[in-house]
C-alpha cells in the first residue's frame, strides 16, 4: 500500500499543481494604460490573445493615428478614456477605424461584456483621406468608424464619431443588448448609424448630424429597439430608413431639416416590411419632402403608429402610407 501510494502521490500532486495553475490563470484581472499609439499596439495584442477573465484600459489623453483597425475581438474589455482624446485614421488606410467582433465573413464566435467610455472622445474616419469604401482584402468590411457584429452586452457612452468612407456606427450580425449613450455620429459618408440583423438595441441621447444619407438606417431582421431623446438633424437623405423591422420606438426625438422624408419605411424585395414601429412624441421639422412616409402595404407592413407628435414646416404631408395602416392619436400638424 505504502509503495502504490508512493507511486501515486507525485502523480496527484502534479495534477493538482496543474489545475491550481489553470485556474490562476483563468482568473486574471489585468489593467493597462494606454499614453501612445505604440502603447495602443500592444494593448490591442494583449486584447486578442485572451489571456485574461477581465482586461480594463485607460487611455490617456493625446492623439492617436491608427495605421490599421484597432480591434477588440474577446470579452469583457472596459475602456476608459480621458477627456481630450483624439483617434484618427491614417490616410489611405481604408479599414474601419475601431473593430469590435469577429470580422470574419460569416462570423462563427460572438463575444460580450465590452464597456468603452469615452469621456468625448473623438474618433476620425478621415474620409477625404481614404479611396474606398470596403476594405480590399475582405470586400465584407466597410469601412466604419466604429463596426460591431456579433457583440452581446456591449455600452458605449460618450464618444464623438465623424467622417467614416462608410457608416459612424454599424452594428450587425446577431448583436444584442447593446447601450449606445449620449454620443454622436455626423458627417459620414453614409449613415449615422446603421443597425441590422440584431435585437434589443436602445440608442439615448444621441445626435446624427450631416450625413451624407441617412442619420439612421435599420434593416435586415432588426428588432426591439428603441430610440429615445436622439437628434436627427440635416441629413442628406432620409432622417430615418427602416425595413424589414419589427418593434422599434422612437421616444421624445426630433428629426429635421431632411433632404427627403424625416422617415422613410418600406419593405424588402422579399416582401419582408415593418412591424410595430411607433413614434411618440416626436417633433418633425423642415424636411423637404414630407413628415412619415410608409411606402408599404397592409399585408407587408402594419402596426406603424403615430402618437403625440407635432409636424411643422415639412415640404409635403405629415403621414403618407401606400396602403398599410398608420394608426395616429393626439398629433399637432401645423401647415
Not at 68 to 81: A, G, K, M, Y
Request: charged share 20%.
Amino acid at each position: 500500500m505504502k509503495k502504490l501510494f508512493a507511486l501515486i502521490f507525485p502523480i496527484l500532486l502534479f495534477w493538482m499543481l496543474q489545475k491550481t495553475n489553470a485556474l490562476a490563470t483563468s482568473a486574471i484581472n489585468i489593467q493597462q494604460t494606454v499614453r501612445n499609439t505604440s502603447d495602443l499596439i500592444k494593448v490591442e495584442k494583449i486584447i486578442n490573445s485572451g489571456k485574461f477573465t477581465k482586461l480594463t484600459i485607460n487611455v490617456k489623453a493625446n492623439t492617436y493615428i491608427l495605421y490599421d483597425t484597432f480591434r477588440i475581438n474577446q470579452s469583457n474589455v472596459s475602456i476608459i478614456v480621458e477627456p481630450g482624446t483624439k483617434v484618427v485614421l491614417a490616410d489611405h488606410i481604408n479599414k474601419p477605424v475601431i473593430a469590435i467582433g469577429s470580422q470574419e465573413q460569416t462570423p462563427t464566435t460572438t463575444i460580450e461584456n465590452i464597456y468603452i467610455s469615452g469621456n468625448g472622445v473623438e474618433i476620425d474616419g478621415n474620409k477625404a483621406n481614404q479611396d474606398r469604401e470596403v476594405e480590399q482584402d475582405r470586400p465584407w468590411i466597410r469601412n466604419n468608424c466604429i463596426d460591431v457584429r456579433s457583440v452581446r452586452r456591449l455600452t458605449i457612452e460618450n464618444v464623438v464619431v465623424h467622417d467614416a468612407r462608410s457608416g459612424g456606427l454599424v452594428v450587425s450580425w446577431g448583436s444584442s443588448d447593446i447601450h449606445i449613450i449620449n454620443s454622436s455620429f455626423n458627417n459620414n459618408f453614409f449613415d449615422g448609424v446603421a443597425y441590422y440583423d440584431s435585437e434589443r438595441i436602445y440608442t439615448n441621447s444621441c445626435s446624427m448630424i450631416s450625413n451624407n444619407n441617412a442619420a439612421i438606417s435599420l434593416d435586415n431582421n432588426l428588432r426591439d429597439s428603441i430610440f429615445s431623446d436622439c437628434i436627427a438633424d440635416s441629413n442628406g437623405d432620409v432622417g430615418i430608413f427602416i425595413r424589414y423591422s419589427k418593434q422599434v420606438r422612437f421616444n421624445n426625438c426630433v428629426i429635421k431639416n431632411s433632404g427627403s422624408y424625416a422617415a422613410f419605411l418600406s419593405h424588402d424585395e422579399s416582401g419582408n416590411g415593418v412591424h410595430d414601429i411607433m413614434f411618440s412624441g416626436c417633433q418633425i421639422l423642415n424636411n423637404q419632402n414630407g413628415g412619415i412616409y410608409v411606402a408599404s402595404t397592409e399585408d407587408k407592413s402594419a402596426y406603424t403608429s403615430v402618437v403625440g407628435c407635432v409636424f411643422r414646416g415639412n415640404g409635403g404631408d405629415a403621414i403618407i402610407s401606400d396602403g398599410s395602416v398608420i394608426w395616429q392619436a393626439a398629433n399637432i400638424i401645423m401647415e
